[in-house]
């Protein structure tokens, strides 16, 4: 079934309970030389630190005590992959430390999307409200000497404990963005809005006053004010929307903002779900809503999907109008697979590049088993929903950076992980390797580089496998997708390629990436 209004979703999942908060305070750079922009950014999520985890106990146990009875269910110096078990403090600190000597000089800004905290998932020890208050304090003092320091900007997100939300801009100063090879003077005209665990009341239609409704009412004069302004933004978070874990009018209210704006937001970076895929979801009306009620078990999930993509490739022509992209990332926590973060680069062309919105709307067409909205309106259990009453003119716009590449176009990530963490131990610790990235190998050696710097190269030659080093390959393992950039259309043609039964090879990978791997999904 072809879908419409729809949102394509990168690891998707999960919304919880959440309160109205006072505004977060943000990790601010101190004032310092503006830093020249490399056009890449660090995305890392859900590290829950867990003070009270001890190598070689019990899996059961939380990895809390005990000693494990078979040598694969003992807790690892380093951690424990594929387990229920939270972050033991020397992961934690070798994540940070990694990222600190390798890519802290490679980035302009970090997306944080939480948790910092462990579960609460070992009865003998609950996790109380100090404890998950000084691990956030703890994290914080971390990022701070990691990249605030170096004047690099941090935006985060709590996550589901406590909840908040924050609006940071980052009005970075460009020393010298290249165009052409000719330094140019400009201002990045780049905002985040961070936005955490809709629900409460589920954006009732008639309480104004739902926190759900509230925090909705937020991002939307956030984003007025933004496309006002002529910028682009990226919309974070620690709980990613999708249509099981929002209430269903907080899930609508999101993603018609989210289409509403498509030719202001660039995109949305989450975490708290661990794995990676792409997921279909709609806004209208279907004959047969079962589709998108249901709750998917990780061992259905990859059929499931599947079948969305195969609906997408049969359908054709497709009105990107209709799509939003939702970026949620793989966690640092081994809980369920193995510790990663990504490293996106985004497009730093010059001014004269820059989009400016424009006043053109877009024109959805219908597709697909659809039921007539104004029929389905007079319905009595639709009459108090938003859906029906959601009828503000859409920005879209084919030239815009969420549309086609230009500045502030996102270009693709890598995403790097510790496939050895089961063999580290005291004595040896584990290393982060690249395990795929988006991108077309031929992109990662753009025309006018020469090897010898980083600059213009969308991850440093140096952060990658001897083999991508060479400009002359064209395929690789490390790069299944081959996407061009990480616009609406990209994605949405990755997606119909995943729904062509003949890409076995294709879709194999795509598993692969989903479960890092791992035997039992």
Not at 120 to 149: C, G, H, Q, W, Y
């Amino acid at each position: 079934m072809m879908l419409k209004l729809g949102i394509l979703i990168i690891v998707a999942a999960g919304l919880y309970d959440v309160l109205a908060s006072p505004m977060q305070a943000v990790l601010q750079a101190p004032a310092k030389e503006p830093r020249r922009l490399h056009g890449r950014f660090l995305h890392i999520t859900d590290i829950h630190p867990d003070p009270h985890y001890l190598a070689h106990t019990s899996e059961k146990t939380a990895c809390h005590r005990e000693k494990g009875k078979k040598s694969k269910n003992r807790a690892g110096y380093y951690g424990t992959p594929f387990s229920e078990c939270d972050s033991p403090l020397a992961l934690t600190n070798h994540t940070l430390d990694y990222l600190d000597k390798t890519w802290a000089s490679e980035i302009d800004f970090v997306v944080w999307t939480g948790d910092n905290a462990r579960h609460d998932n070992d009865p003998k020890i609950p996790r109380t409200p100090d404890e998950i208050f000084s691990l956030n304090r703890v994290m914080a003092a971390k990022m701070r000497e990691i990249f605030t320091s170096k004047g690099i900007p941090v935006v985060p997100s709590l996550g589901t404990r406590p909840p908040s939300y924050l609006i940071q801009l980052m009005d970075m100063s460009l020393q010298e963005t290249m165009t052409s090879g000719v330094p140019t003077k400009t201002r990045m005209f780049l905002g985040m809005a961070n936005i955490d665990n809709i629900a409460v009341d589920g954006c009732n239609f008639h309480d104004q006053d739902d926190p759900g409704n509230l925090q909705i009412d937020w991002l939307e004069v956030q984003l007025k004010m933004y496309r006002e302004r002529d910028m682009q933004v990226w919309i974070t978070g620690h709980v990613p929307p999708s249509p099981g874990n929002y209430f269903p009018d907080c899930y609508v209210r999101y993603v018609e903002l989210s289409l509403r704006f498509q030719d202001t937001v660039l995109g949305h970076l989450f975490g708290h779900m661990n794995f990676s895929f792409l997921e279909s979801v709609d806004l209208d009306f279907y004959k047969k809503q079962d589709r998108q009620l249901r709750q998917q078990t990780k061992s259905s999930l990859y059929d499931t999907l599947m079948q969305d993509f195969a609906a997408l490739f049969k359908s054709g022509n497709v009105d990107y109008s209709n799509y939003a992209v939702v970026n949620t990332a793989s966690s640092v926590v081994p809980n369920p697979f193995l510790p990663s973060f990504r490293i996106f680069a985004y497009n730093i062309t010059g001014e004269e590049s820059r989009y400016k919105a424009s006043k053109r709307r877009s024109h959805g067409h219908e597709h697909g088993d659809r039921a007539d909205k104004t029929a389905q309106c007079r319905l009595r259990k639709n009459q108090d929903t938003w859906k029906c009453f959601l009828n503000e003119t859409w920005h879209s716009d084919p030239e815009s950076p969420s549309r086609s590449n230009k500045q502030w176009t996102p270009l693709g990530y890598a995403q790097y992980y510790l496939p050895d963490l089961g063999e580290a131990d005291e004595t040896r610790e584990p290393t982060y390797e690249l395990e795929y990235l988006t991108f077309c190998p031929r992109q990662l050696h753009p025309a006018g580089t020469d090897g010898r710097s980083t600059v213009g190269y969308p991850i440093p030659l140096k952060r990658l496998p001897k083999s991508l080093r060479n400009p002359n390959v064209t395929e690789s393992k490390y790069a299944p997708y081959s996407m061009r950039d990480l616009t609406i259309p990209s994605w949405v043609e990755l997606a119909q390629r995943l729904g062509d039964e003949a890409e076995e090879e294709l879709r194999g990978r795509f598993r692969r990436n989903m479960y890092m791997g791992a035997e039992d999904e």
